[in-house]
């Protein structure tokens, strides 16, 4: 069963066991561990053009990301450093992968969690971007994992504006709530809450 580190021995019995493998696999349990625990922090732009509300999303760079589209796009977030305000990890993320410097004031949307367990927080905030001018800053990832071959290559490949509608297909799919509280605290919808 080559790709599978079996704890304990092999399915079936046998002591057999793959040290290596299983430090790899313990390995990739621990870093998806940190990355659950610390929490997200993102900034969702939005304008109201003539035609109405309009949200800015960013869609990740990289190898992964490439050719995936409905579902892959985000607001710009990233992990709080130690001890930092999630505001201003917000503030910065956004800046670090859009190079677009975000002002005031800030509307709070609250946190969600994502599918894998992460939360993500999120405050919007009203302003212009032009998508053609995003610069990002870039990352380094193993490509394909466990390949030994690194890549570097924007956090970021690229912006957009979309209608709410379209952003909920675009976006990833728990992160559709913040549009609707976006939506909520501009008065463009009623909560969806009971009372």
């Known amino acids: 069963m080559e790709g599978r580190a079996w704890l304990g021995g092999r399915p079936g019995g046998g002591d057999q066991t793959h040290p ?97 367990g992460k939360i993500v927080h999120a405050w919007a905030w009203e302003g212009e971007a032009d998508p053609t001018q995003v610069t990002s800053n870039t990352m380094k990832t193993e490509w394909p994992r466990g390949s030994g071959r690194w890549l570097t290559f924007p956090e970021v490949d690229r912006c957009a504006w979309f209608r709410p509608a379209q952003a909920r297909e675009k976006i990833n799919s728990a992160q559709v709530e913040f549009i609707d509280r976006l939506e909520v605290a501009l008065g463009l919808r009623e909560s969806q809450s009971n009372p």
Do not use: M, N, Y
């Not at 990233?78 to 859009?98: H, I, P």
């Open 20 to 116: 290596a493998r299983s430090c790899r696999l313990f390995l990739r349990f621990e870093s998806a561990a940190l990355k659950i625990s610390s929490p997200s922090a993102g900034l969702l732009l939005f304008r109201r053009p003539t035609l109405g509300l309009e949200i800015f999303l960013a869609h990740p760079g990289g190898p992964f990301w490439k050719a995936r589209d409905v579902g892959a796009w985000t607001l710009p977030k990233g992990v709080a450093e130690a001890g930092e305000d999630l505001l201003s990890t917000a503030q910065r993320e956004f800046q670090e992968e859009t190079g677009i410097r975000p002002e005031g004031p800030f509307i709070s949307l609250g946190a969600v969690r994502q599918k894998a």
